[in-house]
C-alpha cells in the first residue's frame, strides 16, 4: 500500500499548476474546475506512484519524460465531448455556402483544405467529410485535404479507430448512418471512405509561431468549442494565428457560445442561413481600409450619447479600449441613464479581464432596462469566476425575460444574432452550469 496523497490542494499549488497548465495548452482552470485539477493530478500521481504535489510538478516541469508527461495529463484535463453533426445549422450553412462558394473559386486548382482544430475523436471532421462527398460529387478530380488535430493523444487514437458509442450519433441523419457506418456489437464503425478522407495530428493551438508553411491557406477552420476553456488572452492569441493560417477567401467556424467581438478586429461575423461563420474584414468590408478613422478625441463634445457610443464602438473594435472608455464617460455625463454606454463599458471591461468592472457595468444596465443579454454576460462572469449559483440565476432570469418579452431582436450589441439562437445558448449555459453544480455536490 502507497502512502496516500494529500486530497486537498493548497491555494499555492492550485495556482502553481493551474499557472503551468495554462502557458502550455491555455486550459484555464478558475475555481469552479479546482476539484477537475486535482481529480487529474491525483490519477496521474498514483500511476507514478507519488505522493506529493510538489514532486508531480517537479516531474512534469524538469524530469526527462516532461513532454510526454504534461501529454498524459492533458489525456485527463482535456474536455472531449463532441457528436456528430453537432451544431448542425453549422453544416448546413458549409453544404449550401461555403462549399459551394469555395469549389468555384478553386475550381482550377481544384484543392480544397479544411482545418478541425480541436476536433477531440473525430465526429466533427469526419461530419465534415460527409459533406464534402454531398457537395463535390466528382470528388475523385479533387484534392481535399480534411485534417483534425488536438491535444489529447486519447482522443486522436479513437478518432483514428473511427468506432462510436450510440450517443455520438444522436444528431446524425438516417441517411448518413446507412451509408458511412456499419453496426458492430451496439458500436458504430465509420466507413473507410470516410475515415480515409481525414488525416490527424496531434497539434497545440497555443504554441506559436504556427509552422505556417504547412498551417497555412486553409479554406475553412473549425474550432468549436475549443477556446471556452480558455482565458481571453489565449484565445485572442489562436483567433491571431487562424486569421494567418486562413486563406485570404476563407471561412472560419466557431461554437455557438464563442463571439469574436473585441477579441479582434480582423474578421467579420456572416450571416449563413441559420449559421454564422467569420470572414477576413478586408472581404465583408472591402472599402473599410479606405474608411476614415474614427473621429479624433472630441474638442467641443457636440455629439449627442448616441453618437458618442458609435465611436466608442470603432475605437473599442479596434481595440483603442482607453479611448472607447473615455467616450463612453462622455456619453454617460450627457446622459447618466443612458443604458447602451454602461453595456458597452462592460464589454469592454470583459475584453480587458477586467471582470469586477464589468459586472459592476452589466448590472448598472439592468437597473435601467431588463436586458437578455446583460443577463447573459452578467452569468458567464459569475460563471467563470467559479460563483456557479448566481451564475445559474442570471442564466434563469435572461431564460425568463426572453419568455416574457419575446424581444425581436437583441438591439445595438445583438450582433444581428437571432434572440432564439441566444435563448438557445443560455439554455446550453445554464444546462452547464447546473452540471458543474451537480458535480460539485456529489
Ligand atoms: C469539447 S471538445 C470540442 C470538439 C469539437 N470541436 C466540437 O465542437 O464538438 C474540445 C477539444 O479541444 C481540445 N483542446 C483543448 N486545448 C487545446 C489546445 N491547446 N490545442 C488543441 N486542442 C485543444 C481538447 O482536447 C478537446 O478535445
Not at 153 to 182: H, M, Q, T, W
Not at 235 to 243: D, E, L
Amino acid at each position: 500500500m502507497y502512502p496516500k496523497i494529500r486530497p486537498d490542494l493548497s491555494d499555492e499549488e492550485f495556482a502553481l499548476f493551474g499557472d503551468f497548465i495554462e502557458r502550455n495548452s491555455g486550459l484555464h482552470f478558475g475555481e469552479e474546475r479546482r476539484d477537475a485539477l486535482r481529480i487529474a493530478l491525483v490519477s496521474r500521481m498514483s500511476a507514478l506512484e507519488l505522493t506529493e504535489y510538489r514532486e508531480y510538478y517537479e516531474r512534469l516541469t524538469w524530469g526527462p519524460d516532461r513532454e510526454a508527461e504534461f501529454r498524459r495529463l492533458l489525456d485527463i484535463l482535456t474536455v472531449n465531448e463532441t457528436w456528430f453533426f453537432r451544431d448542425r445549422a453549422q453544416f448546413e450553412a458549409l453544404r449550401s455556402h461555403v462549399l459551394p462558394e469555395i469549389a468555384r473559386h478553386k475550381r482550377d486548382t481544384r484543392t480544397i483544405r479544411i482545418w478541425s482544430a480541436g476536433c477531440s475523436t473525430g465526429e466533427e471532421p469526419y461530419s465534415i467529410a460527409m459533406v464534402v462527398r454531398d457537395v463535390l460529387p466528382d470528388l475523385g478530380r479533387w484534392k481535399v485535404e480534411i485534417l483534425g488535430t488536438d491535444v489529447s493523444e486519447r482522443a486522436l487514437r479513437d478518432a483514428r479507430r473511427g468506432v462510436y458509442r450510440p450517443r455520438s450519433l444522436k444528431e446524425l441523419e438516417e441517411r448518413y448512418r446507412r451509408r458511412y457506418f456499419e453496426e458492430r456489437g451496439g458500436l458504430f464503425h465509420v466507413s473507410e471512405e470516410i475515415k480515409g478522407m481525414v488525416r490527424f495530428e496531434y497539434f497545440n493551438l497555443i504554441f506559436e509561431p504556427y509552422p505556417l508553411s504547412k498551417m497555412k491557406g486553409w479554406d475553412i477552420i473549425f474550432c468549436r468549442n475549443v477556446t471556452i476553456y480558455f482565458k481571453l488572452r489565449s484565445t485572442k492569441r489562436v483567433i491571431h494565428n487562424f486569421y494567418l493560417s486562413l486563406d485570404d477567401l476563407g471561412y472560419l467556424f466557431v461554437g455557438y457560445s464563442e463571439n469574436l467581438r473585441f477579441l479582434t478586429d480582423k474578421f467579420r461575423p456572416v450571416w449563413l442561413g441559420d449559421a454564422w461563420a467569420y470572414r477576413k474584414r478586408e472581404v465583408v468590408e472591402p472599402r473599410m481600409a479606405e474608411r476614415p478613422k474614427p473621429k479624433p478625441p472630441l474638442q467641443d463634445a457636440g455629439e449627442s450619447p448616441d453618437e458618442l457610443i458609435c465611436l466608442a464602438e470603432g475605437h473599442a473594435d479596434a481595440g483603442r479600449h482607453g479611448e472607447a472608455l473615455r467616450l463612453c464617460e462622455e456619453a454617460l455625463k450627457k446622459d447618466p441613464t443612458y443604458a447602451d454606454a454602461h453595456f458597452l463599458k462592460g464589454l469592454i471591461y470583459k475584453a480587458m479581464g477586467e471582470t469586477g468592472r464589468a459586472s459592476e457595468e452589466f448590472r448598472r444596465v439592468l437597473l435601467l432596462r431588463p436586458d437578455v443579454l446583460a443577463r447573459m454576460y452578467l452569468g458567464d462572469i459569475y460563471r467563470e469566476g467559479g460563483l456557479l449559483g448566481p451564475a445559474a440565476r442570471e442564466y434563469e432570469m435572461a431564460l425568463r425575460e426572453f419568455e416574457e418579452h419575446r424581444p425581436r431582436d437583441l438591439g445595438r450589441f445583438g450582433d444581428g444574432y437571432p434572440p432564439e439562437l441566444v435563448y438557445r445558448i443560455c439554455q446550453e449555459k445554464l444546462k452547464g452550469v447546473r452540471r458543474a453544480m451537480a458535480g460539485r455536490n456529489a
